[in-house]
T-cell receptor, first 109, second 115 residues
Framework: GQQVMQIPQYQHVQEGEDFTTYCNSS?????IQWYKQRPGGHPVFLIQ?????EVKKQKRLTFQFGEAKKNSSLHITATQTTDVGTYFC?????????FGTGTRLKVLA | NAGVTQTPKFQVLKTGQSMTLQCAQD?????MSWYRQDPGMGLRLIHY???????DQGEVPNGYNVSRSTTEDFPLRLLSAAPSQTSVYFC??????????????FGPGTRLTVL
């Protein structure tokens, strides 16, 4: 079945440094969604990308969907302690969502 | 709107016991789903439903049953709890079905320990 691989598994950064997580698939994706889960919390939707090469920004967060629609990235500029958590990518096929294993971000003040 | 609610928040079971995790949403979403989250394994789909009376299996359905008698409720039943079912369980809902799936709204989760 369809799978999405997410790297890195963990990332520790100093506050103010940038952070990027990548989501890769061997097959073409119809869409990609990104979620954030704070420690002890539940996943919260951030954004959905559907078009080849699409780029969307939310303040310090930049999301990209690859030209071949097989990969995506989430980039955070100048991380803050509030960015701590696990970031998941997800894609949906017919009736089912598939999640990557997540990247856990720790920000050192 | 309360969004997606789950009860209980915490539960401890003994091996062999059965229980039902409750999930409800007040957004009139057709699609609802159950996931389990284990360390390093992301979210794995247990069962899902595309509307009242319609359910299907996800990636890890063994040991779990679901039903969907109303649009609002989607309970998850553990038939005979096993230590391997120790996990955090999330219920989610979304607008759309089939190819038109959209963002999912997650409940706060149930933290289950099976001894």
């Amino acid at each position: 079945g369809q799978q999405v691989m997410q790297i890195p598994q963990y990332q520790h950064v100093q506050e103010g440094e940038d952070f990027t997580t990548y989501c890769n698939s061997s097959t073409t994706l119809s869409n990609i969604q990104w979620y954030k889960q704070r420690p002890g919390g539940h996943p919260v939707f951030l954004i959905q990308l559907v078009k080849s090469g699409e780029v969307k920004k939310q303040k310090r967060l930049t999301f990209q969907f690859g030209e071949a629609k097989k990969n995506s990235s989430l980039h955070i500029t100048a991380t803050q302690t509030t960015d701590v958590g696990t970031y998941f990518c997800s894609t949906s096929g017919t009736y089912k969502y598939i999640f990557g294993t997540g990247t856990r971000l720790k920000v050192l003040a | 709107n309360a969004g997606v609610t789950q009860t209980p928040k915490f539960q401890v079971l003994k091996t062999g016991q059965s229980m039902t995790l409750q999930c409800a949403q007040d957004m009139n979403h057709e699609y609802m789903s159950w996931y389990r989250q284990d360390p390093g394994m992301g979210l794995r789909l247990i069962h899902y439903s595309v509307g009242a009376g319609i359910t299907d299996q996800g990636e890890v359905p063994n040991g779990y049953n679901v039903s969907r008698s109303t649009t609002e409720d989607f309970p998850l039943r553990l038939l005979s709890a096993a230590p391997s079912q120790t996990s955090v369980y999330f219920c989610a809902s979304s607008v759309g079905t089939g190819e038109g799936l959209n963002e999912q709204f997650f409940g706060p989760g149930t933290r289950l320990t099976v001894l």
